[in-house]
């Protein structure tokens, strides 16, 4: 995948018999990789120094470091609300999370949903009740 490699950070100067200085830049091989399959790209302007390959991981660790920890969540507060009778919405409202979290979150904990007869939830049941 010669266009691949020829826009990566870890790429060698033209003039070099081999195509990829990952492992000069950071200390570390990549584990036989074909280009094709490399798990290392990374697109951008080609890195001179190991300094610059370090500080750039860095940066990028830091950044996925950022996401990760916004993903977590509360699950105690989500179990006391759902023994309390809360459903997947109301959990996911309180949490500050999407509905598909807490519902995978539920399953992983092989809990059933709170839910009303038919399938209706709190106050719309209610309303849809058949008399």
């Known amino acids: 995948m010669k266009d691949r490699c020829d826009t990566c950070v870890f790429?060698?100067?033209?003039?070099?018999?081999y195509r990829c200085d990952y492992l000069a830049l950071t200390?570390?091989?990549?584990?036989?990789?074909?280009?094709?399959?490399?798990t290392h790209y990374i697109r951008g302007d080609?890195?001179?120094?190991?300094?610059q390959a370090t500080k750039l991981l860095t940066k990028m660790e830091e950044k996925r470091q950022k996401r990760a920890k916004r993903r977590k969540y509360d699950w105690g507060k989500a179990e006391k609300l759902y023994r309390a009778g809360a459903n997947d919405t109301e959990i996911?409202?309180?949490?500050?999370c999407c509905k598909p979290a807490v519902c995978q979150w539920r399953r992983r904990m092989k809990l059933p949903a709170n839910t009303k007869a038919g399938g209706l939830h709190?106050?719309?049941?209610?309303?849809?009740?058949?008399?």
Not at 12 to 17: A, G, L, P
Not at 46 to 51: D, F
Not at 92 to 96: F, M, R, T
């Open 11 to 17: 790429r060698t100067e033209i003039t070099k018999k």
């Open 27 to 38: 200390g570390h091989t990549r584990l036989a990789e074909p280009p094709e399959a490399c």
């Open 46 to 51: 080609r890195l001179e120094t190991p300094e």
């Open 92 to 96: 996911a409202l309180a949490l500050g």
């Open 122 to 131: 709190g106050k719309r049941a209610e309303g849809h009740r058949k008399e």
